[in-house]
């Protein structure tokens, strides 16, 4: 089912001759009936899906509208805030509409606030009505954790790595050994050092 009718940003509906505001005007108001609805009825959110529409809400995916239903109620969004700070719109090829919002969302009475960061593709049915194609919600810390996860893990390993190729090996009793790369080397020129006192040894042959 698709979104209700949209409605000019004063809340007066927009006449059959009205020509529609710009994507992010039409943004604003999409977000404002979403959020609305979610808040007061999460269980009829879904209505604003299609059987083709995508939804993701971080790690949670599902795909057409009785399975986005059964992903927002088992997001339990019944004591959920939102506060909205940007809303930013563009149209998109055949009069659909892409947004971008970012906000803060309380998942319940005992969560802090957590920054999100929200694409949503609007699709248009008709002419004054427009269905969600894709909605993907990141709450932004989760993200960047992960980042900051990764960068920690690598600076580990490269400092173990680096580590390795200078530290010496565990003593056996009481002895430091070489590293494997240091006893081929040293043994190289333990080697030359043989060949060139052997030569050194032996009587020169004439040449006649």
Do not use: W
């Not at 009475?109 to 248009?124: D, G, S």
């Not at 969600?132 to 932004?140: D, K, L």
């Not at 960047?144 to 996860?149: A, H, I, Y």
């Not at 040293?186 to 030569?199: I, Q, V």
């Amino acid at each position: 089912m698709a979104m209700d009718m949209i409605t000019g940003v004063n809340g007066a509906p927009l006449s059959p001759d009205t020509t529609l505001p710009c994507a992010t005007e039409i943004g604003r108001e999409f977000v404002r009936q979403y959020y609305t609805l979610l808040s007061e009825r999460p269980q009829d959110v879904h209505r604003f899906y299609s059987h083709e529409s995508v939804f993701i809400h971080g790690e949670l995916e599902a795909v057409g509208q009785q399975n986005i239903e059964r992903a927002i109620d088992s997001l339990g969004f019944d004591e959920c805030k939102v506060r909205i700070h940007t809303i930013k719109g563009s149209h998109t090829h055949g009069q659909g509409i892409a947004l971008q919002v970012c906000g803060e969302m309380q998942e319940n009475e005992r969560c802090e606030p957590r920054c999100f960061i929200q694409t949503i593709v609007l699709c248009q049915q008709t002419p004054k009505k427009f269905f969600v194609q894709n909605n993907i919600f990141q709450f932004s810390n989760s993200c960047f954790n992960v980042l900051e996860k990764e960068k920690s893990v690598s600076a580990v390993v490269a400092k173990l790595q680096q580590s390795s190729t200078i530290m010496p090996t565990p003593s056996v009793n009481g002895h430091v050994s070489s590293s494997p790369v240091a006893e081929k080397a040293a043994k190289a020129k333990s080697d030359n050092h043989y060949l060139k006192k052997e030569r050194e040894s032996k009587p020169a042959k004439a040449v006649i």
